[in-house]
């Protein structure tokens, strides 16, 4: 079963807006992880969130993590045509055999026209 | 560092055939996973390899699917026979993520996926 839903579904902007992506999960977390999916391709590790922390940086990607809410962001700052591609978050579940495992959600597909 | 190397990207085969896909993981990377990504959704774990045994298999359709990591390397993933609906892209992941002391990491290393389309 999907662990992540993300919202929206879709999202089209212009090269240089922000884009803002959500993400909602159900059980209890040892950290979220977002990864981007160019069409036809593998997906690619872009951060890592951990249970205890609430906002991380990384270059032009913010995430912040609301645990009492069950809730994620994404967002990326000054959109490049280069960005366009599926975004997914992925939660890792602590504890037990299942660390490690990740349950991806269905993920967002961001269109930045030039 | 090479990446994960899956093969092969594209396979087309009729219903109730056979087929196989290969990944190579990073080097050194403990974690072996394939995942099952049907058109519009998530990737959904198929199996975790820790090593060459095997972590969680839940969600494996055990019937028809089947996987090895004989080695502790690389790894083959089965389908036998095929349905309509196993047309998906497979995806194979590793991560650094060892035995209890090693070395951990939570990010998994994806493939380029193999794209498998049954008719």
């Known amino acids: 079963s999907q662990q992540g839903e993300e919202d929206p579904q879709a999202l089209s902007i212009q090269e240089g807006e922000n884009a803002t992506m959500n993400c909602s999960y159900k059980t209890s977390i040892n950290n979220l992880q977002w990864y981007r999916q160019n069409s036809g391709r593998g997906l690619v590790h872009l951060i890592l969130?951990?249970?205890?922390?609430r906002e991380k940086h990384s270059g032009r990607l913010r995430v912040t993590l609301d645990t009492s809410k069950k809730s994620s962001s994404l967002l990326i700052t000054a959109s490049r045509a280069a960005d366009t591609a599926s975004y997914f978050c992925a939660t890792a579940r602590s504890g037990g055999t299942s660390y490690g495992k990740l349950t991806f959600g269905q993920g967002t597909i961001l269109t930045v026209h030039p | 560092e090479a990446g994960v190397a899956q093969s092969p990207r594209y396979k087309i085969i009729e219903k109730r055939q056979s087929v196989a896909f290969w990944c190579n993981p990073i080097s050194g990377h403990a974690t072996l996973y394939w995942y099952q990504q049907i058109l519009g959704q998530g990737p959904k774990l198929l199996i975790q390899f820790q090593n060459n045994g095997v972590v969680d298999d839940s969600q494996l359709p055990k019937d028809r699917f089947s996987a090895e990591r004989l080695k502790g390397v690389d790894s083959t993933l089965k389908i036998q026979p095929a349905k309509l609906e196993d047309s998906a892209v497979y995806l194979c992941?590793?991560?650094?993520?060892?035995?209890?002391?090693?070395?951990?990491?939570?990010?998994?290393?994806f493939g380029p996926g193999t794209r498998l389309t049954v008719l």
């Open positions: 969130i951990r249970s205890n922390e």
């Open positions: 992941a590793s991560s650094p993520k060892g035995l209890a002391g090693g070395p951990r990491s939570d990010t998994q290393y």
